[in-house]
Nanobody
């Protein structure tokens, strides 16, 4: 059974930083690209950042580019998202995802339960 478990969400002031982490189990981690998505209230889930299986390639949505860094640790089966200079519009539920190398063009295979990030102004 595949499980993706996010942690690190919370309430932060605008301009602050958060580090989200996701622990994966039940899958061969190196076989998957990993990604973070987010969902604002009343809106569709959107891609935030992705990383290929060996960490050698990363890609970001324009909305977070330059403020966020995705990384993975294949020895620990974890993926992280460091977010800096947070803005109120970053407020959303953030989801960890695992899928094929073509993320986000191809939807992920697995999703976590999500972690709430709230940025106050």
């Amino acid at each position: 059974q595949v499980q993706l478990t996010e942690s690190g969400g919370g309430l932060v002031q605008g301009g602050g930083s958060l580090r989200l982490s996701c622990a994966a189990s039940g899958l061969t981690f190196i076989n998957y690209a990993m990604a973070w998505y987010r969902q604002h209230p009343g809106k569709e889930r959107e891609f935030v950042a992705g990383i290929c299986w060996n960490g050698g390639c990363t890609y970001y949505a324009d909305s977070v580019k330059g403020r966020s860094t995705i990384s993975r640790d294949n020895a620990k089966n974890t993926v992280s998202l460091q977010m800096n200079s947070l803005k109120p519009e970053d407020t959303a539920v953030y989801y960890c995802a695992a899928g094929p190398p073509a993320i986000p063009v191809v939807p992920p295979d697995y999703w976590g339960q999500g972690t709430q990030v709230t940025v106050s102004s």
